[in-house]
């Protein structure tokens, strides 16, 4: 089946820098990919809709110039986390739909946690 | 916009059934899903079932799915202590790509 794949599963970084997180649809091309948050103990959210060639799309109350998306090919998308700090410590899963009107397959997510 | 509604914390007996309930309010949705997340892991999915469906098996696991009144459940047969665990009900909407939307999360519980 298809597989997205997401990479580091984990990562800690120091307040202030920056930290590239990678989606990668591995059998099939991904036009679109999406970006959700997850808050402690709450549900995933939205964060950015990345488009193969163009600008992303972030849903409100997300700061497109700290959380720079990036979605350079069919098959690679990637979010960075820029200036990080604690209070950027979360859980980011990106999914992708194989095409329109179809399921869509998650990342296995990536812990961030900022010290 | 789309909204998914579950009950935060559900607790059972090992070796009883467990029904998990989810509401949604996007009238347009083609898949709804049941996600499965463990302490500090990812998301796992379970089983999804297409809009045009009422129900799907997959051996311990049954979806209910009611489309009129945008209800959705998922009941875990025999359930095991292995099954404590965060579920996440998510649906998809119509019309190219669509963003899925996930539900709060039901926190099962399992006793032995």
């Known amino acids: 089946g298809a597989v997205v794949s997401q990479h580091p599963s984990r990562v800690i970084c120091k307040s202030g820098t920056s930290v590239k997180i990678e989606c990668r649809s591995l059998?099939?091309?991904?036009?679109?990919m999406f970006w959700y948050r997850q808050f402690p103990k709450k549900s995933l959210m939205l964060m950015a809709t990345?488009?193969?060639?163009?600008?992303?799309?972030?849903e409100q109350g997300v700061e497109k110039d700290k959380f720079l998306i990036n979605h350079a090919s069919l098959t690679l998308s990637t979010l960075t986390v820029t200036s990080a700090h604690p209070e950027d410590s979360s859980f980011y899963i990106c999914s992708a739909p194989i095409g329109a009107n179809t399921e869509a397959f998650f990342g296995q997510g990536t812990r961030l946690t900022v010290v | 916009g789309e909204d998914v509604e579950q009950s935060l914390f559900l607790s059972v007996r090992e070796g009883d059934s467990s029904v998990i309930n989810c509401t949604y309010t996007?009238?347009?949705?083609?898949?709804l899903y049941w996600y499965k997340q463990e302490p500090g892991a990812g998301l796992q999915l379970l089983t999804y079932?297409?809009?045009?469906?009422d129900m799907k098996q997959d051996q311990r696991l049954t979806v209910l799915l009611n489309k009129k009144d945008k209800h959705l459940s998922l009941r875990i047969a025999d359930t095991q202590t292995g099954d404590s665990a965060i579920y996440f009900c998510?649906?998809?909407?119509?019309?190219?790509?669509?963003?899925?939307?996930f539900g709060t999360g039901t926190k099962l519980q399992v006793i032995p």
């Open positions: 990345s488009n193969e060639g163009s600008k992303a799309t972030y």
């Open positions: 998510a649906e998809k909407g119509s019309g190219g790509y669509q963003k899925v939307t």
């Open positions: 059998d099939f091309q991904a036009t679109t």
């Open positions: 079932i297409f809009s045009n469906m």
């Open positions: 996007d009238s347009s949705s083609t898949y």
